[in-house]
């Protein structure tokens, strides 16, 4: 059974760093990709970025994408979701969420979820 908890969010200023990180519990998502989505007030929930199952294939949003850097240790059974430069934008709270069937860039490719942290950018 995957369960994922996140953590790492906060509030951070313009320009500035944070790093969130997804555990699975269950110990069982080292063979599952992973993805973060985001979701702000009043929005839908997309996409922010994907590591498949070994590592070795990254996929970002083009609205974080050289800002943002996504990866796994799969010894510690945990992804982690590097954001720098952060903006105003990025204000939102971010889930995390496992595949076992490949996972791609929509939220309904993904049956496990976290319940998500709270990122904040002030200006």
């Known amino acids: 059974q995957v369960q994922l908890v996140e953590s790492g969010g906060g509030l951070v200023q313009a320009g500035g760093s944070l790093r969130l990180s997804c555990a699975d519990s269950?110990?069982?998502?080292?063979?599952?990709?992973v993805a973060w989505f985001r979701q702000a007030p009043g929005k839908e929930r997309e996409f922010v970025a994907r590591i498949n199952w070994s590592g070795s294939s990254t996929y970002y949003a083009d609205s974080v994408k050289g800002r943002v850097t996504i990866s796994r240790n799969r010894a510690k059974n945990t992804v982690a979701l590097q954001m720098n430069s952060l903006k105003p934008e990025d204000t939102a709270v971010y889930y995390c969420?496992?595949?076992?069937?490949?996972?791609?860039?929509?939220?309904?490719?993904?049956?496990?979820w976290g319940q998500g942290t709270q990122v904040t950018v002030s200006s």
């Open positions: 969420a496992a595949s076992a069937v490949g996972g791609g860039t929509s939220l309904y490719e993904y049956a496990y």
């Open positions: 269950g110990r069982t998502f080292s063979s599952y990709a």
